[in-house]
């Protein structure tokens, strides 16, 4: 069974996380679905732009700590996204956690509805938002980022608005995007990659310079005594040991 449902209208290809089993985790089975649909459809003259969405009340849960991604993986999952010649919009009314948020960053347009709650939680676990620094930091507001990396605090979707984590609240994500996929709709295919490439080369060059070095640091944190801590009260549903 797929963990990926698409389907399509009027040019506007849609792309469904369902895997609810786990809400959405990024396994590698998942990551590497998507990565081949995105890649699919980025070559498709006849879709002119790609809606990521989910099924269920939570977008992505993060990795899935049972059966995680390669890094090297996830940031070419992200790195799809950011490169591919057609818009990538986020329609988002659920929970986003750790990796989603970066799978939510590196989409070019995002409205999130009243259901929506984010959280950089890798702190709380050992761990640190690495590899999805990537299309965050040149994004997101800096001082929101730090405040978020550090403290692992929830927020809604107006703050997640405020600081540019997404482009829009809603309390209708379907209804406020009808202006935006009807303005790509009658956008042409090549004033879209030309202009998807402007607006994307401060998150291209953090990918070309950072990539490598986040990678490293991301599986060393993941193979350390305090990941495997904090993952395992994750599981046990307990504090770690270091919680004061």
């Given at each position: 069974?797929?963990?990926v449902?698409?389907?399509?209208?009027?040019g506007?290809?849609?792309?469904?996380?369902?895997?609810?089993?786990?809400?959405n985790?990024?396994?590698?089975?998942?990551?590497?679905?998507?990565?081949?649909?995105?890649?699919?459809?980025?070559?498709?003259?006849?879709?002119?732009?790609v809606?990521?969405?989910?099924?269920?009340?939570?977008?992505?849960?993060?990795?899935?700590?049972?059966?995680?991604?390669?890094?090297?993986?996830?940031?070419?999952?992200?790195?799809?996204?950011?490169?591919?010649?057609?818009?990538?919009?986020?329609?988002?009314?659920?929970?986003?956690?750790?990796?989603?948020?970066?799978?939510?960053?590196?989409?070019?347009?995002?409205?999130?509805?009243?259901?929506?709650?984010?959280?950089?939680?890798?702190?709380?676990?050992?761990?640190?938002?690495?590899?999805?620094?990537?299309?965050?930091?040149?994004?997101?507001?800096?001082?929101a980022?730090?405040?978020?990396?550090?403290?692992?605090?929830?927020?809604?979707?107006?703050?997640?608005?405020?600081?540019?984590?997404?482009?829009?609240?809603?309390?209708?994500?379907?209804?406020?995007?009808?202006?935006?996929?009807?303005?790509?709709?009658?956008?042409?295919?090549?004033?879209?990659?030309?202009?998807?490439e402007?607006?994307?080369?401060?998150?291209?060059?953090?990918?070309?310079?950072?990539?490598?070095?986040?990678?490293?640091?991301?599986?060393?944190?993941?193979?350390?005594?305090?990941?495997?801590?904090?993952?395992?009260?994750?599981?046990?549903?307990?504090d770690?040991?270091?919680?004061?």
């Amino acid at each position: 069974m797929k963990l990926v449902r698409t389907g399509r209208e009027r040019g506007i290809a849609t792309v469904r996380m369902d895997s609810q089993t786990n809400r959405n985790a990024l396994s590698a089975r998942l990551v590497a679905e998507l990565r081949e649909t995105l890649a699919r459809y980025g070559e498709d003259d006849t879709v002119r732009a790609v809606v990521l969405t989910h099924t269920g009340n939570t977008f992505c849960a993060g990795a899935d700590l049972g059966a995680p991604p390669d890094p090297e993986a996830f940031v070419a999952l992200m790195r799809e996204i950011v490169t591919l010649p057609k818009p990538v919009v986020a329609r988002v009314d659920g929970h986003v956690r750790a990796g989603g948020l970066g799978l939510l960053a590196a989409c070019d347009i995002s409205a999130a509805g009243p259901a929506s709650t984010f959280a950089l939680t890798e702190s709380r676990l050992g761990l640190a938002p690495a590899v999805i620094s990537l299309p965050l930091l040149p994004r997101t507001d800096p001082r929101a980022a730090t405040r978020y990396y550090l403290t692992g605090e929830h927020f809604d979707a107006t703050e997640a608005a405020r600081i540019s984590l997404i482009t829009l609240a809603t309390d209708d994500v379907d209804k406020a995007l009808v202006p935006v996929l009807d303005g790509l709709r009658r956008a042409s295919p090549q004033g879209l990659a030309a202009s998807k490439e402007l607006v994307t080369a401060t998150v291209r060059e953090s990918f070309d310079q950072h990539a490598e070095d986040l990678i490293a640091r991301s599986a060393a944190l993941f193979a350390s005594a305090e990941a495997r801590e904090g993952m395992t009260a994750f599981h046990e549903r307990r504090d770690p040991v270091w919680v004061l």
